[in-house]
């Protein structure tokens, strides 16, 4: 091509070209720079359609601000460097001081007292929804009607683990993490498919919850967290109770209810390792063992339990169920 002189009637088709290039930039300085930093802000922005729990929503990406109040995204928005802007600090585990200790975002107390004017101050323009604050998704929805609203929580009648990894594959769209997404759903695959591998089904489960030092029967099926693998990893429960139920704190069982079961195996949530304030709390595995009633049972002679991170209460994500699958694998194998 042939160098165009620098005539006057050359600069003014130059400079109709440049501002024809920048569109709508206001920032019209340095001609040719401005018009590349405007022209990839277009490419890079894009409307992504995602479906949750309430319908069809398009979400302009990138997401500039996002608030969060689901438990199970807490994880997954820290680890993929979202921008929080609010969140109900309280409710996040320690373990994700990104979060928990960031004076930038806003706290939005609990479930049970939220904030949700300083939610609507933070004006988000997409918010993750879910677990304990699902109850408020009705007035959030009106506080913020710019913000996309989103909630993924565990739809009844479905399988947990199907749940997660449609949860995470579409925060990855969201967040265009799509990657990253795909590897913690092939890595909860992996892991679900040893510990069914690695389980013997001749051996009996019970699985509790152990809550101010009290115990609690996890139903399994639908009881807290451990309830789900159940199904997952077909394990032979060791004992039924009727009319059981998804309670936080499990249902009311006697020690001796438990010993009469002789489990071979017991998975354990310490509720009170997420939520207590007490340092000199007792782990709930020492409770366990240390129980005179519990002295007999195949499980504690055998040492045969499997004790969830001290997080997953407050943490019961993609991530936390990977953990937890892998070390009931790593338990099976050296049994």
Same mark, same amino acid.
């Given at each position: 091509?042939?160098?165009?002189?620098h005539?006057l009637s050359?600069?003014?088709?130059?400079?109709?070209l440049?501002?024809s290039?920048?569109?709508?930039s206001?920032?019209?300085t340095?001609g040719?720079?401005a018009?590349s930093s405007?022209a990839?802000?277009?490419?890079?922005s894009?409307?992504v359609s995602?479906?949750d729990?309430?319908?069809?929503?398009?979400v302009?990406?990138?997401v500039?601000?996002a608030?969060?109040t689901?438990?199970?995204?807490f994880e997954?928005v820290?680890?993929?460097?979202?921008d929080?802007?609010?969140a109900?600090k309280?409710?996040?585990?320690?373990?994700i001081?990104g979060?928990?200790?960031d004076q930038?975002?806003?706290?939005?107390g609990?479930h049970r007292?939220?904030?949700l004017?300083?939610?609507?101050s933070?004006e988000?323009?997409?918010?993750?929804n879910?677990q304990?604050?699902?109850?408020h998704?009705?007035?959030?929805q009106e506080l913020?009607?710019? =913000?996309?609203?989103?909630e993924f929580?565990?739809?009844?009648?479905e399988?947990?683990?199907p749940e997660l990894k449609?949860h995470?594959t579409a925060?990855?769209?969201v967040?265009?993490?799509?990657d990253?997404?795909?590897?913690l759903?092939?890595d909860?695959?992996q =892991?679900?498919e040893?510990?069914?591998?690695?389980y013997?089904?001749?051996?009996k489960?019970?699985?509790?919850?152990?809550?101010?030092?009290?115990m609690?029967?996890i139903a399994?099926?639908?009881?807290r967290f451990f309830?789900p693998?159940?199904?997952?990893?077909?394990?032979?429960?060791?004992l039924?109770?009727?009319?059981a139920s998804d309670?936080h704190?499990?249902d009311?069982?006697?020690v001796?209810?438990?010993?009469?079961?002789n489990p071979?195996?017991?998975?354990?949530l310490?509720?009170?390792?997420?939520?207590?304030?007490d340092p000199?709390v007792t782990p =709930?595995k020492?409770?366990i063992m240390?129980?005179?009633?519990?002295k007999n049972?195949?499980a504690?002679k055998?040492?045969?339990?499997?004790v969830?991170?001290?997080?997953?209460y407050?943490?019961?994500n993609i991530?936390?169920y990977?953990?937890v699958l892998?070390s009931m694998?790593?338990?099976?194998?050296? =049994?």
């Amino acid at each position: 091509m042939k160098r165009i002189p620098h005539t006057l009637s050359a600069l003014a088709v130059i400079g109709v070209l440049t501002l024809s290039g920048c569109g709508a930039s206001s920032n019209n300085t340095e001609g040719g720079d401005a018009s590349s930093s405007s022209a990839a802000q277009a490419e890079n922005s894009k409307t992504v359609s995602v479906e949750d729990n309430f319908g069809t929503h398009d979400v302009q990406a990138p997401v500039k601000a996002a608030a969060v109040t689901d438990n199970r995204s807490f994880e997954l928005v820290d680890k993929w460097g979202v921008d929080v802007v609010a969140a109900p600090k309280q409710l996040v585990p320690t373990t994700i001081p990104g979060i928990k200790n960031d004076q930038n975002i806003v706290d939005l107390g609990t479930h049970r007292e939220p904030d949700l004017e300083a939610l609507a101050s933070a004006e988000p323009d997409v918010i993750l929804n879910g677990q304990r604050f699902s109850q408020h998704y009705k007035d959030i929805q009106e506080l913020n009607p710019e =913000a996309t609203l989103l909630e993924f929580e565990p739809r009844d009648g479905e399988p947990m683990l199907p749940e997660l990894k449609r949860h995470t594959t579409a925060l990855g769209e969201v967040f265009g993490k799509q990657d990253d997404a795909k590897q913690l759903v092939s890595d909860l695959d992996q =892991a679900t498919e040893a510990a069914k591998k690695a389980y013997d089904p001749q051996q009996k489960v019970i699985a509790i919850n152990v809550s101010g030092g009290e115990m609690g029967y996890i139903a399994p099926g639908k009881g807290r967290f451990f309830g789900p693998l159940f199904d997952e990893l077909n394990l032979t429960p060791a004992l039924q109770v009727e009319n059981a139920s998804d309670d936080h704190e499990g249902d009311d069982i006697s020690v001796e209810a438990i010993a009469k079961a002789n489990p071979d195996w017991i998975l354990v949530l310490d509720r009170d390792a997420a939520v207590s304030k007490d340092p000199n709390v007792t782990p =709930a595995k020492e409770v366990i063992m240390n129980s005179e009633a519990l002295k007999n049972v195949t499980a504690v002679k055998k040492g045969n339990i499997v004790v969830a991170p001290a997080d997953t209460y407050y943490n019961e994500n993609i991530i936390t169920y990977t953990e937890v699958l892998t070390s009931m694998k790593d338990a099976f194998e050296k =049994a």
